[in-house]
Each structure stands twice: as C-alpha cells, then as structure tokens.
C-alpha cells in the first residue's frame, strides 16, 4: 500500500526577502530556500508550499498582509496568471538594480575570474510597446483560472489566442490586451479571434493534431510596416477556402499591413523555420533601420525584438570592437569575424569600421537575408557563410580567410561550444567582443578564456523591461 504524503504547510506572515532567479523571490524557511512567483522582497505574505525538495521549495501567495514600500501596480490585467512580464510589481529602476547585480553575480560566482568595475546597466527606452515581435498560439480550450472553474457563470471550453501557460501545454490564456506592442497588434490579433468565432473556423487542438486556426505571428518594424504571419493546419476539404477567407478579411480590415502571409503547418510543433510560408497580400518582408542602414527582415528572419535597445546594444558591441576614435586614429582597419551573425545585423553596423567583417551562422535563410541587407545598404566588405559553427570555424577556415583582429560573438542562450572557443584561443584576435543573452553560460565561457584574455569592459543593457532577462556585452584583451 502507498505512503500518504504528508500535506505541505501553509506558512503565515512571511516576509520576502530578496529576488531570485526567473523573476521569482525568496525567503528562507527550515534551512531551506523558498522561491515564490509575483511578489517583491518586503511583501508580508502567507505562502502555500506547493513543492519541497532537499535544498529548496516552492511556494505561492495565497494572501498579502502587508505590501512592500518597494512596489509598483502591474498596469497589464493579465498579470498574475500570464508569466511573460513578471516583474511588472516592481519598480523599472529596481528592476535595473537587481539586473546589474545578477549580471555581477553570475560573472563573478561561475567565472570566478577577474572583472573590472562594471558600466552602469543601460535601461530600455521604452518599458511599454517595446517589443517588434510577439507569437501567440490558438487554441479550442482556453485556460481558467481556479476561481473561474469554480465559477458556474464562466463558459468553459471556448476557444482562445494568447499565451501559452506553463504546466498545461494544450491550453491558451486568453489575451484581450497585452502592453508589450503598438496597440495595433491587439486590434489585429482579436479581430482574427472575433472572425474565427463568428464564421465557425476550428482552433486547433494539440493533443489531437486537428483544427484549422493554430498560431499568429505579429511583427512590425521603426518603419511603420506590419507583418502578420497566420499559420493553419488544413484537416478537411474547403479548410483552404476558409483560411483564405479569413486573410482576405484581415486584409482589408487592417491597410496597415504590409505582408501578409500565411503557411499550413502539418507538424507536431508550431515552429516554421522549416516551412513554406506563402504571401497572400503584400511583400514577404519588412524593414527596419538603424543610423543610414536598412535591413530586411523576412517571416523567418532574427532581429532584436526590442528595436530602439538593439540600437544600444550594437553601439555598445561597436564601441568595443574598434575603440574610441583617439585609439583607433591612424591604425589600419581590422579585420573582424562576427559569430552567430544572424541576419548580419552587427556584421553590417560595424563594416564601415573594418577592412572586412565575415559573418557565420546556422540558418541559411538568415544568411540569405544578411547578403542581401549587405546589398541594399551597398556594403561591400561582408562575407557570409551557413553552417554549424563549429563546423565551419576551423583552423583551415582562419588559414583561408585571414586570421581575425577583432571576434564578435553573440551566441544563443547556451552559450558557445567549446570547440568554437578552442579556435578563437588559437586565432588569438586582439579583441573578442562577447554579447551575450545568458550571463551564467558568458561566465563559463570567459572563465575558458581567461588564461589568454582578460576583461577590461562590462556593459548591461536591459532590452526586456519587466522581465528578469538581461543582455551583457563584456570586451576582452588578449593578455
């Protein structure tokens, strides 16, 4: 016969203590570390345990007491339930303090290396509509909320357009507003949702692989130009009909779009990087600028999502690469590769400054994109090649194309291979400018360099205001 678990303790008048990892907070109870979602250190607070390990638990707020003298009123309804923006009860500069401190903390405690004092973190322009890009995912059963289960009057099964929630894969949170973005996408967004509803059109099911309206993709750009990109999942005959109907609506509802697009995805995931995506009105692209450069950005292009701090960012990367304008005076320019290009968004802000800028990355079609935004701004001193970047960054390659001054590296959130560092070691460039969107995988990549580099410059900057993730850029000097 199983053992019953013993019920986990209801814990009263709790105070917080302090901001943790994921945009959670802590406290300490029983020589444990408790993590708790949607408060601010000085809350007083009674907390349901809801999970208990050896060195750490986790709770949740089931009533404030007392609130913190440090706390700011989350201005989105849907705070509290959708976990994108959570740090919205807190104050934007105390958002910038901790962030300062977690990047200090993880280079120091995983690096363990040598740091010079750090700049003062560069807060985003915008806190509000400073997003280029959202997703939202469709589907025919909406989450409730506890309270709203229990509630007789909610209609339960209805179709939904928002966010994914954590811990129920197959359903959505409903959005009706959401400040991440021009208000126009709201419009765009609950215009295809009202549509949908009122013409019968099927919301997709996951666990059952079946109904037709499956996800939206919004994006718009400092040029005034919006993307809206619909992704099916045709079952029966006419579904095509239907979603042609439902874009053509869209379309002339909405003029602001520039492209307009669609695809019918018949995969277990909604991702589209290995999709046809078809143009139903307009181009199939947008652009954006920066200082004189444009740069195109297609359905499958990356770009910063929050486009006036890419501006900050890539000076920053930028500053860093070539020195000031003393230092680099009467020098020849150098010759720089730039890591996990992208769409070749830093190889061609930086070009006018290097004698040649080679850019790498993984996604052909992103290289495609870099050639060609190269092209329109008639750059000339850019070379770009697809392919696995430990692959391709060889010794043979450096032997071929030069051995690089300067190393731009903005890798993904797990940071950089260590095959990709053991050739950089062995191109031995001057510089390496590390730009990074996880600080703790900068730090163990920094901590395998550092008997050859030291870092001379770190630079925070915030491009994801209410929300604990910060971007870091870090110079290093070869020693």
């Known amino acids: 016969m199983a053992r019953k678990k013993k019920p986990l303790p209801l814990l009263e008048s709790v105070e917080i203590e302090a901001v943790a990892a994921e945009g959670k907070c802590l406290f300490h109870w029983q020589e444990l570390v408790v993590f708790v979602p949607f408060c601010v250190p ?27 003298n440090v706390r700011a009123i989350p201005f989105c309804a849907h705070f509290g339930i959708c976990g994108g923006c959570k740090w919205q009860n807190l104050p934007y500069e105390e958002q910038l303090r901790f962030k300062q401190q977690q990047v200090k903390d993880q280079l120091t405690r995983i690096g363990k290396i040598q740091l010079p004092e750090f700049r003062p973190i ?5 806190t509000q509509e400073y997003r280029n890009k959202l997703d939202f995912g469709c589907a025919n059963k909406r989450w409730l909320t506890s309270e709203q289960l229990k509630d007789e009057s909610v209609v339960k099964g209805l179709p939904a357009i928002g966010f994914h ?13 959401c400040w991440l973005m021009d208000d126009l996408h709201n419009q765009i967004r609950n215009a295809i949702r009202d549509y ?27 040029t005034g130009e919006w993307m809206v990109i619909i992704q099916f999942h045709y079952d029966e005959p006419g579904d095509d009909q239907k979603a042609k109907a439902l874009l053509e609506h869209i379309a002339d509802k909405f003029p602001q779009i520039s492209s307009l697009m669609y695809l019918d995805n018949q ?14 009105r307009g181009t199939d692209h947008i652009f954006e600028t920066m200082e004189e450069l444009r740069f195109k950005v297609g359905p499958k292009s990356f770009y910063q999502t929050n486009t006036e701090q890419a501006y ?7 500053e860093f690469a070539f020195g000031s304008a003393e230092e680099s005076a009467g020098t020849e320019k150098p010759l720089v590769y730039d890591l996990y ?19 790498i990355e993984y996604v052909p079609e992103a290289i495609e994109d870099a050639k060609v935004n190269s092209e329109v701004n008639h750059i000339d001193n850019t070379l770009f090649f697809a392919g696995d970047m430990k692959d391709i960054l060889n010794d043979d390659f450096i032997g071929e194309y030069g051995r690089p001054d300067v190393i731009i590296t903005d890798p993904p959130r797990a940071g950089m291979h260590p095959d990709v560092v053991k050739t950089i070691l062995r191109a031995a460039p001057e510089r390496i400018v590390y730009v990074s969107c996880n600080p703790a995988t900068q730090a163990r990549d920094l901590q395998m360099m550092d008997e050859c580099y030291e870092v001379v410059a770190v630079q925070p900057v915030d491009m994801f205001p209410h929300t604990p993730h910060v971007e870091n850029v870090v110079l290093l000097r070869k020693r």
């Open 267 to 280: 995969k277990c995931n909604d991702t589209i990087g290995d999709q046809e995506i078809l143009v139903f």
């Open 165 to 177: 929630i954590t811990g129920a894969f197959d359903k959505i949170l409903p959005i009706e507003k």
């Open 341 to 359: 290009t992208g769409t070749g968004t830093i190889a061609n802000f930086v070009a006018k400054k290097a004698r040649r800028v080679i850019g």
């Open 196 to 222: 949908a509803i009122a013409e019968g059109i099927t919301f997709f099911d996951l666990r059952q692989q079946t109904g037709l309206l499956r996800d939206v993709i919004i994006r718009n750009s400092n």
């Open 122 to 126: 560069l807060g985003s322009v915008k």
């Open 312 to 318: 900050h960012l890539y000076s920053v990367a930028r």
């Open 42 to 68: 000085g809350d007083v607070c009674d907390i349901q345990i809801r999970r208990k390990k050896h060195s750490f638990a986790e709770g949740e707020v089931v009533r404030f007491i007392k609130y913190s």
